[in-house]
């Protein structure tokens, strides 16, 4: 069997390949990928009949990766998450092992992969996977720089998020606004989704920060927002209906 390790974390990949290298001495590692999009790039380009999958990856969450990839073959999940949200999960024909991972706890994952039959048509539910993992680890703030003070904003003071160029701002309802070191994707993995929105690509917003939605042309939405956003943003055709629908509870 062919199988990928996707591990940001050096230690642990090299500790997940030993113990594969140990427990299944006739599985081929065909890589090893470090963020989301690197193994949207490998499997795309190499086939694959096993994947093991850190959740948090360097450039966001693994989940990004079934947007792009219809995936059909077993992963067994590494995470850091507590054993609830993994047990919530145990009724799919998918392990989750929490790291560090031990290897009597991955040989009972390899064993119950061979007890199964798997169908390559088969397509889990990867969307309800992530509500679940990651839904009860959100963010409550962010830690900022200013000079050679730190501080912290909580969430709930936070309008919107947007980029300019490479740099990431966190600007505040009361208008204020920090550089902060996290990419926009990385943002909205970690925010409640009842109350961000990936709004356009440069733009995370609270909705609680939205004043006005107008139909623009071309199918889009233009947005005002309270404070003022220093860039224009508009809902591209392709996000819409998503946004409608999250403004709609």
């Given amino acids: 069997m062919k199988y990928l390790i996707v591990e940001d974390e050096r230690f642990a990949?090299?500790?997940l390949k030993r113990m594969m290298e140990r427990l299944r001495p006739d599985y081929i590692l065909v890589g090893r990928t470090e963020s989301v999009a690197n193994t949207?790039?490998?499997?795309n380009n190499?086939?694959?009949e096993l994947i093991l999958l850190d959740i948090r990856l360097a450039d966001g969450?693994?989940?990004?990766?079934f947007e792009k990839v219809q995936v059909s073959i077993p992963i067994i999940f590494t995470t850091a998450y507590d054993d609830h949200a993994?047990?919530?999960f145990k009724y799919n024909s998918?392990?989750?092992l929490l790291k560090p991972v031990e290897e009597d706890d991955l040989l009972v994952a390899l064993n119950k992969l061979d007890r199964q039959h798997v169908e390559k048509e088969a397509i889990f539910d990867y969307k309800k996977l992530e509500q679940i993992l990651l839904g009860n680890h959100k963010k409550n703030r962010f830690l900022v720089q200013i000079g050679d003070t730190y501080n912290y904003i909580d969430v709930s003071d936070i309008a919107f998020f947007y980029s300019e160029g490479k740099i990431v701002f966190l600007h505040t309802f009361s208008d204020k606004r920090n550089i902060i070191d996290y990419t926009l994707t990385q943002i909205e993995s970690q925010l409640d989704r009842k109350m961000f929105f990936r709004v356009s690509r440069n733009c995370v917003a609270n909705i609680t920060s939205i004043k006005m939605i107008d139909k623009y042309f071309n199918s889009r939405l233009k947005l005002a927002f309270q404070p003022n956003c220093?860039?224009?943003v508009l809902v591209s055709r392709e996000r819409v209906s998503d946004f409608l629908k999250w403004i709609d509870g």
């Fill in 46 to 48: 190499n086939p694959v």
């Fill in 40 to 43: 949207i790039l490998f499997l």
């Fill in 86 to 88: 993994i047990q919530a």
């Fill in 94 to 96: 998918i392990d989750y």
């Fill in 13 to 15: 990949y090299t500790e």
């Fill in 230 to 232: 220093p860039q224009e």
């Fill in 61 to 65: 969450n693994c989940f990004e990766i």
